[in-house]
């Protein structure tokens, strides 16, 4: 089975408008953090944001937030005002802790293009 | 220098050539990863070390084998590799503290390998 699953393979959005990237996971451990990336062209991965399943309130970094539904087991990242620069594939992944797996588990990316 | 190195950006080789990947991380964590990315699909975990230490190894053919020296140095060697091998492969390090603290993983550029 996905733990991380990402329905939407590309993604458009004016620019300095808002968009919404959606991440859904599965897990059965209730200790584990949820992480997003960007890769531009240039191939390197770049941290954007954490959330950790215990935290009490969705994690911000400047213009990007992560919509967390523990519930839904939904992490969705939120980019507000959007730049060029933003096009990128955008990366969801997930470390789990009970299983004490160190690595990352990522999902299979949306491709963000950001229109002038 | 700064981050996670990677050497070379770019590799053609043939199937029956030997060649060696580098990564080097100057952040001075003690966990380092290698990840395989192929065209539209997840990315993909390798080897993980952590303390200089092989701790995962998922099912990876034989033809790539890694070595880690030290916790500053990554190598990923390869030899009669085949056409599907290729993809961009990457290294990443973490500060392997606790898995349920926020231990994002910094990326290398990665090394785009082409076999011919």
């Known amino acids: 089975a996905q733990k991380i699953t990402q329905t939407q393979p590309g993604m458009f959005v004016q620019e300095k408008e808002a968009v919404t990237l959606d991440c859904t996971y599965d897990?059965?451990?209730?200790?584990?953090?949820l992480f997003w990336y960007k890769q531009p062209s240039s191939g390197e991965m770049i941290f954007l944001i954490y959330q950790g399943s215990y935290d009490q309130q969705n994690a911000t970094e400047g213009r990007y937030s992560l919509n967390f539904q523990k519930a839904r087991k939904s992490a969705n990242l939120v980019i507000s005002a959007s730049q060029l620069g933003d096009s990128a594939m955008y990366f969801c992944?997930?470390?789990?802790?009970?299983?004490?797996?160190?690595?990352?588990?990522f999902g299979s990316g949306t491709r963000l293009q950001v229109q002038p | 220098e700064t981050g996670v190195t990677q050497t070379p950006r770019h590799l053609v080789m043939g199937m029956t050539n030997k060649k060696s990947l580098k990564c080097e991380q100057h952040l001075g964590h003690n966990a380092m990863y290698w990840y395989k990315q192929s065209a539209k699909k997840p990315l993909e975990l390798m080897f993980v070390y952590s303390l200089e230490e092989r701790v995962e190894n998922n099912s990876v053919p034989s033809r790539f084998s890694p070595e880690c020296p030290n916790s500053s140095h990554l190598f990923l060697h390869l030899h009669t590799l085949q056409p599907e091998d290729s993809a961009l492969y990457l290294c990443?390090?973490?500060?392997?503290?606790?898995?349920?603290?926020?231990?994002?993983?910094?990326f290398g550029q990665g090394t785009r390998l082409t076999v011919v």
């Open positions: 990443a390090s973490s500060q392997d503290l606790s898995v349920r603290g926020k231990t994002e993983a910094f």
């Open positions: 992944a997930m470390r789990e802790g009970r299983t004490g797996r160190r690595a990352l588990t």
């Open positions: 897990t059965s451990d209730p200790s584990y953090g």
